[in-house]
């Protein structure tokens, strides 16, 4: 049963500090999204890649924020400085890339990050 | 532009009940995608179904249903006989029909399946 991983899970750190999520797409997907959920933001679609480059970082803050895919199975989004309203649940998602919008995203469990 | 609206927040019922989980969307495209997501307490959120904008039949599986009414804009989630472990999140979510891919959610309502 194919899945996204990421890891880690949860993550507690000062504000400042760095902090690197990384994600696992399912194998043979060549599309992958970073999300950002908070419960007053909901779903926020952070960056995304199609075939490891990036397509849209539009919601992302650009100033703290970077999103890469250094080789096919690996997606890594990182916050330096972090501040404590970065606290949410960061979502990976992967896609097989089926032209035409029809592309189902399949979801990774999250990285719980809060910034103390 | 693009919106998907549900306009449950959260909804309770008891088991057994039948539930219908609404979901309205706007779009000016002719080829669209609609999506179902659920998200149990654990968190990940887990594709129910995909339908496109030129198939309005209804789709059942197993105690889940969808109705796709294109002239409402609606694509309603009904789960019958509800369970406990059908308490979640569920979101509704809507793709363009171009090479994007970009997701527009909904807000999700949380369902309360009570003993």
């Known amino acids: 049963d194919a899945r996204v991983t990421q890891t880690p899970r949860h993550k507690v750190t000062e504000m400042g500090q760095e902090v690197t999520m990384r994600c696992q797409p399912i194998?043979?997907?060549?599309?992958v999204f970073w999300y950002r959920q908070t419960m007053m933001q909901g779903l926020e679609l952070l960056a995304y890649?199609?075939?490891?480059?990036?397509?849209?970082d539009s919601g992302m803050p650009k100033d703290r924020f970077s999103a890469e895919m250094p080789d096919a199975t690996l997606a890594t989004l990182k916050i330096q400085p972090s501040e404590p309203r970065d606290s949410a649940v960061y979502f990976c998602a992967s896609g097989p890339g089926v032209a035409g919008g029809q592309d189902t995203q399949y979801f990774g469990p999250g990285t719980r990050l809060t910034v103390l | 532009a693009q919106k998907v609206t549900q306009a449950q927040t959260e909804i309770s019922v008891v088991e057994k009940e039948d539930v219908t989980l609404d979901c309205v969307y706007e779009t000016r495209d002719t080829t669209y995608y609609l999506f179902w997501y659920k998200q149990p307490p654990s968190g990940e959120l887990v594709f129910l179904i995909r339908?496109?904008?030129?198939?309005?039949q209804n789709e059942i599986s197993g105690r889940y249903s969808w109705n796709f009414q294109k002239s409402t804009s609606s694509f309603n989630f009904t789960i019958t006989a509800s369970q406990v472990v059908d308490s979640a999140v569920y979101f509704c979510a809507l793709s363009k029909g171009n090479n994007f891919n970009k997701f527009y959610f909904g807000s999700g309502t949380k369902l309360n399946v009570k003993p």
């Open positions: 890649f199609r075939n490891r480059a990036p397509l849209d």
């Open positions: 339908r496109n904008s030129f198939d309005e």
């Open positions: 194998l043979g997907h060549n599309t």
